[in-house]
Structure formats: C-alpha cells, structure tokens
C-alpha cells in the first residue's frame, strides 16, 4: 500500500523553514538572548516533530513492506537496523543519536540540553531529508 508522506513532507519543510530562519536572523541582526533562545526553541521543536514523523513512517513502511506484525513490539533500536537493512536510512548510530537526544529534549528541559539539541537538528535536517528521497523511491 502507498504512504501518503505529505505530513512528513510538511514537518521536514517546517524544520528546513525554522533552520533557515534562524540562520538569517541571527546572523544578520543584532538580536537578544531571548531571541535567539526563542528561535531556537522553535528549530528544537521542528526537530521533534520531524524526528516522531520519520520514526513513524520507517515503522509503516516496514509493517507495509516486510511484516505486517512486526510493528506491534518493535524497539526504536530495531526500527533503526531494518530501516538501515532496507536503505530507508545511512546511519543507524545516527539515528539512535537521534532518538537519544529526542527523549531527552521531551524530559528535560536546560541549556546544555537545548544548544545539543539545536546543533543535532542541522545534521538531522540532511538525515531526514535524505530518508525522505529514499521512503518517495521505495513507496510503492
């Protein structure tokens, strides 16, 4: 059955649009603190909602392609090397870096957390992205 990606679609483009916005606005005007943290926030934010839409559609593409039951108790680890053994994905370290720095950004909430979080979310945009290219090519 065809995935319909459209809202994958949309959550990498939201993160393309906030890391571009960042990257405009904080280079190029003298903003505060606050701002910056606000922009940024916003850039973690389209991480995690690009980030759970990726997760999500590795796991429908493989119940919809390898096993239809394989879902139902499947770890992030496991999702991660079926998707790396069926080229959705490069990475599978990357990725679990990623779901790593996603349960943390959804338990807690400082600094340190939130500047990892951000740097991770311009790696991931190429990740994602690149994952995208390859669930379009294997959607049939």
């Avoid at 483009?13 to 606050?34: F, P, V």
């Avoid at 759970?52 to 991660?80: D, H, S, Y």
Wanted: proline letters at 1%; aromatic letters at 10%; hydrophobic letters at 40%.
């Amino acid at each position: 059955m065809k995935l319909n990606l459209e809202n994958l679609e949309n959550s990498i483009q939201s993160l393309i649009e906030s890391i571009e916005s960042y990257d405009e606005l904080a280079n190029k005007i003298q903003l505060s603190e606050k701002n910056i943290n606000t922009l940024r926030s916003g850039v973690i934010q389209n991480f995690e909602v690009a980030y759970e839409q990726c997760w999500k559609f590795m796991k429908r593409w493989i119940e919809n392609n390898v096993n239809p039951q394989i879902g139902i108790a499947m770890t992030r680890r496991e999702l991660f090397r079926l998707s790396a053994e069926n080229f959705l994905i490069h990475d599978f370290e990357k990725w679990m870096k990623f779901h790593k720095l996603r349960n943390l950004t959804s338990h807690t909430y400082d600094k340190k957390n939130a500047e990892e979080s951000f740097q991770i979310s311009v790696s991931f945009l190429k990740e994602a992205s690149s994952f995208l290219v390859r669930i379009k090519s294997h959607n049939d």
